[in-house]
């Protein structure tokens, strides 16, 4: 379980331990709190890169919104839109979710 963890030297570092330890894990909880993206759709991709190439995406992850989260979508405004595309996770909805991640 961690939160916070951003795209720094030592994020790089906590997903390397993360990846060292990864045989021993189900999954992982992150707890909000992952790119600070603040709006930046960039800072959303470097964080990915990091994530993946650190070792994290090694593991499957169930993860929280933080408040670096809530940032709204150019177009629609909507909060949370840059998260959601990125990050899919059980929810409770009536919709059902197709391949492109649009709701029917």
Same mark, same amino acid.
């Given at each position: +379980?961690?939160?916070?963890? $951003?795209?720094?030297?030592? #994020?790089?570092?906590? /997903?390397?331990?993360?990846?060292?330890?990864?045989?021993?894990?189900?999954? !992982?909880?992150?707890?909000?709190?992952?790119?600070?993206?603040? #709006?930046?759709?960039?800072? &959303?991709?470097?964080?990915?890169?990091?994530?993946?190439?650190? !070792? /994290?995406?090694?593991?499957? &992850?169930?993860?929280? =919104? !933080?408040?670096? *989260?809530?940032?709204?979508?150019?177009?629609? $405004? *909507?909060?949370?839109? =840059?998260?959601?595309?990125? &990050?899919?996770?059980?929810?409770?909805?009536? *919709?059902? %979710? #197709?391949?492109?991640? *649009? %709701? +029917?």
């Amino acid at each position: +379980m961690v939160g916070d963890i $951003g795209q720094t030297s030592n #994020s790089a570092a906590t /997903c390397r331990d993360i990846r060292a330890h990864a045989d021993a894990l189900d999954f !992982g909880v992150i707890l909000g709190d992952l790119s600070y993206a603040d #709006s930046n759709a960039s800072r &959303w991709d470097s964080f990915h890169r990091v994530f993946d190439l650190q !070792g /994290c995406a090694d593991i499957p &992850w169930l993860v929280l =919104p !933080g408040n670096h *989260e809530i940032e709204p979508d150019d177009l629609s $405004g *909507e909060d949370f839109v =840059p998260y959601r595309k990125r &990050w899919r996770t059980p929810q409770v909805a009536p *919709e059902v %979710v #197709s391949n492109d991640s *649009e %709701v +029917m």
